[in-house]
């Protein structure tokens, strides 16, 4: 029997609109194969076998979405009739997600191509910046300062991307950044696939964030862990950060991280 990847054989029946959309279904658990739940997006299947979705359908174009909704919850931040910057949209999880919780307009900036979700690429809320390298906006990129910036980026340090979303940032402005400790521990504390598993080096990486995101100027206004694992397993983080009012004293932060991270390993793991 011939046999194909989960991912198109869902997008072929017309289970879902594109590979990224049943990607982030089959990796959330919510697609079973001949009964068996399969969490591998391009595991081969028999292209005759009976599929079954479980559990909700994802409220968002991609599951990057309920990360985003997690900070908006946890930080009590108010994205109505705020202009936004969404850093890395890729797919469009974090657009969508500011727009269904009021947002007036999103930039949506990412380096690579065709990505963004159909629907988002046609909402005239959205601004979509293709082929942008983050690293270097400018305030004439977008033509106007924003309300609040989510950064999603991959293969690169938040270190790398901070300074110019600062440069795009109204004065009270705030950062959602999602922090992805494979890509800011560096070659020596990152294990086998790319994976982060040791606590303690995520509780330094993400000292060494919040401690180089204050030394631009920024406040340190909160720390959750993200509802949900990236790419094989890698736990992630969500830092809050602005630019006005008083933030974490720096004494407080290690309580809050240490915090953040045990939850992070008893909850998402």
Same mark, same amino acid.
């Given at each position: 029997?011939?046999? @194909?990847?989960?991912?198109?054989?869902?997008? @072929?029946?017309?289970? %879902?609109?594109?590979?990224?959309?049943?990607?982030?279904?089959?990796?959330?658990? #919510? /697609?079973?194969?001949?009964?068996?739940?399969?969490?591998?997006?391009?595991?081969?299947?028999?292209?005759?076998?009976?599929?079954?979705?479980?559990?909700?359908? $994802?409220?968002?174009?991609?599951?990057?979405?309920?990360?985003?909704?997690?900070?908006? &919850?946890?930080?009590?931040?108010?994205?109505?009739?705020?202009?936004?910057?969404? /850093?890395?949209?890729?797919?469009?999880? %974090?657009?969508?997600?500011?727009?269904?919780?009021?947002?007036?307009?999103?930039?949506?900036?990412?380096?690579?191509?065709?990505?963004?979700?159909?629907?988002?690429?046609?909402?005239?809320?959205?601004? /979509?910046?293709?082929?942008?390298?983050?690293?270097?906006?400018?305030?004439?990129?977008?033509? #106007?300062?924003?309300?609040?910036?989510?950064?999603?980026?991959?293969?690169?340090?938040?270190?790398?991307?901070?300074?110019?979303?600062?440069?795009?940032? &109204? !004065?009270?402005?705030?950062?959602?950044? $999602?922090?992805?400790? @494979?890509?800011?521990?560096?070659?020596?504390?990152?294990? &086998?696939?790319? *994976?982060?598993?040791?606590?303690?080096?995520?509780?330094?990486?993400?000292?060494? *964030?919040?401690?180089?995101?204050?030394?631009?100027?920024?406040?340190?206004?909160?720390?959750?862990?993200? !509802?949900?694992?990236?790419? =094989?397993?890698?736990?992630?983080?969500? $830092?809050?950060?602005?630019?006005?009012?008083?933030?974490?004293? !720096?004494?407080?932060? +290690?309580?809050?991280?240490?915090?953040?991270?045990?939850?992070?390993? +008893? =909850? *998402?793991?």
């Amino acid at each position: 029997m011939a046999r @194909q990847r989960l991912d198109l054989l869902l997008v @072929q029946r017309g289970l %879902f609109a594109s590979r990224q959309q049943a990607r982030a279904a089959i990796m959330a658990g #919510e /697609v079973l194969v001949n009964n068996v739940l399969v969490d591998k997006p391009g595991e081969g299947v028999p292209v005759d076998a009976e599929i079954r979705l479980t559990g909700q359908p $994802l409220p968002y174009v991609s599951r990057g979405g309920l990360k985003l909704e997690k900070a908006l &919850k946890v930080f009590n931040i108010d994205l109505r009739d705020k202009i936004i910057l969404d /850093v890395g949209a890729s797919t469009g999880g %974090f657009t969508d997600c500011a727009l269904k919780h009021g947002a007036a307009r999103v930039y949506a900036v990412d380096v690579g191509y065709g990505q963004l979700a159909w629907s988002l690429r046609q909402d005239p809320r959205v601004t /979509v910046l293709e082929r942008t390298n983050a690293r270097y906006l400018e305030r004439d990129t977008l033509g #106007e300062l924003v309300d609040v910036a989510t950064i999603d980026v991959a293969f690169i340090s938040l270190a790398k991307i901070l300074p110019a979303v600062l440069r795009c940032l &109204k !004065p009270e402005g705030e950062i959602i950044a $999602l922090v992805k400790p @494979q890509f800011e521990a560096g070659p020596g504390r990152v294990g &086998k696939k790319g *994976v982060v598993r040791d606590p303690a080096v995520h509780r330094e990486v993400l000292k060494e *964030v919040m401690t180089g995101a204050a030394g631009l100027g920024l406040k340190i206004y909160g720390l959750t862990c993200s !509802p949900i694992s990236g790419p =094989e397993g890698n736990l992630e983080f969500l $830092l809050w950060l602005g630019l006005k009012g008083q933030g974490l004293a !720096p004494g407080e932060w +290690q309580p809050l991280i240490e915090q953040v991270v045990a939850e992070a390993h +008893q =909850e *998402v793991r």
